[in-house]
Nanobody, 114 residues
């Protein structure tokens, strides 16, 4: 399975952006999906995840602002981002896991200007 992330770009603070991640094959065998991000000079951090198809977690800094959505019919993963701040500027990566398998998308850059 290959993951293709898209939807990044530049947005002003307070704006919204939706990231998409398309899987080249079925995601049914990948029960855990997530979005991570890596800001310049910082470690990669978990933004949001859906564990075992049902448990949704968000990083503290994005709670109440971001929504992760999984669509197995379309084999896609989305990250709806609202009320963006410059601190959200980062490269965002989608991730899918199942058993001993883990897949990463190539990353999409989000830049939030003040």
């Amino acid at each position: 399975v290959q993951l293709q992330a898209s939807g990044g770009g530049m947005v002003q603070a307070g704006g919204s952006l939706t990231l998409s991640c398309a899987a080249s094959g079925s995601m049914h065998s990948l029960p855990t999906v997530a979005w991570y991000r890596q800001a310049p000079g910082k470690q990669r951090e978990l933004v949001a995840s859906i564990i075992s198809g049902k448990i949704i977690n968000y990083g503290d800094s994005v709670k109440g602002r971001f929504i992760i959505v999984r669509d197995d019919a379309k084999n896609t993963l989305e990250l709806q981002m609202n009320s963006l701040t410059p601190e959200d500027t980062a490269i965002y990566y989608c991730n899918a896991q199942g058993g001993n398998l883990m897949y990463w998308g190539q990353g999409t850059l989000v830049t939030v200007s003040s």
